[in-house]
C-alpha cells in the first residue's frame, strides 16, 4: 500500500477530496495546517505529495478520527530494527479502547518515518498514552533490546491531528 500527503489551505484540499470522493484520502488539520492523506495501491491524484509505503498496518483509516504523526529519522543501519520492533509490538496497541488504525509510512526519499496512529477521539489516544503498555513499548522491543539503540538521525516529534466535520447546513 501507498501513502501520500500533501497540504495546502482548507478550501483547496477540500475541493481535491469532493472532486476525488472515490479514492481513500482523508483531510485532517491542526492549528498549524491543513493536509490531505491519500491511501491507494495505485498512483496518487496529488501533484507533487510526499511519499510512502506502508511498512505496517492494522484497522481502518477513516473519517472521524483523531490522529497521532510520531516523525521519526531513523538511519540507514537502524531501520531494519526499527521496522522490527514496530511490527512485533502492534498487537499491543491494536485491541485498545478508541484504537481505529496504525500505519507505520516507510519514506521513500527521505529518512523520517511516521508512526501514525488513528483513534476514536483524542481521549482515547490520551487513555493509550497513560498506559503501561504505552510505556513498555515505547522503551523496549519485543527482545528486551531498549529503542533508544536505534540510530536515530534526530529527535522524533509529533504533531496530532483531526478531522474537522462538516457542520449541517440549516434547513
Do not use: C
Not at 483531510?27 to 496518487?44: R, V
Not at 537502524?78 to 488504525?101: C, D, L, R, S, T
Not at 533490546?145 to 496530532?160: E, F, H, L, S, V
Request: aromatic share 12%; proline share 5%.
Amino acid at each position: 500500500m501507498k501513502i501520500f500527503i500533501t497540504t495546502g489551505t482548507y478550501e483547496f484540499l477540500m475541493k481535491i477530496k469532493q472532486k476525488y470522493a472515490n479514492e481513500k484520502i482523508i483531510l485532517m488539520q491542526n492549528a498549524e495546517h491543513t493536509l490531505l492523506l491519500h491511501e491507494t495501491e495505485g498512483k496518487t491524484v496529488f501533484a507533487s505529495p510526499r511519499k510512502y509505503e506502508s511498512a505496517a498496518a492494522a484497522g481502518e483509516l477513516a473519517d472521524g478520527n483523531f490522529f497521532i504523526f510520531t516523525h521519526l529519522p531513523v538511519s540507514d543501519e537502524g531501520k531494519p530494527v526499527f521496522e522490527y520492533h514496530v511490527q512485533q509490538n502492534m498487537p499491543v496497541i491494536e485491541h485498545k479502547p478508541g484504537f481505529a488504525a496504525f500505519r507505520l509510512l516507510r519514506p521513500v526519499k527521505e529518512d523520517t518515518y511516521i508512526a501514525m496512529t488513528a483513534w476514536k477521539d483524542e481521549d482515547s489516544y490520551k487513555r493509550w498514552k497513560r498506559s503501561l503498555d504505552y510505556q513498555l513499548v515505547h522503551s523496549l522491543d519485543i527482545t528486551g533490546i531498549a529503542t533508544n539503540k536505534i540510530a536515530y538521525n534526530a529527535p522524533a516529534y509529533t504533531k496530532d491531528y483531526f478531522v474537522p466535520q462538516e457542520e449541517e447546513e440549516e434547513k
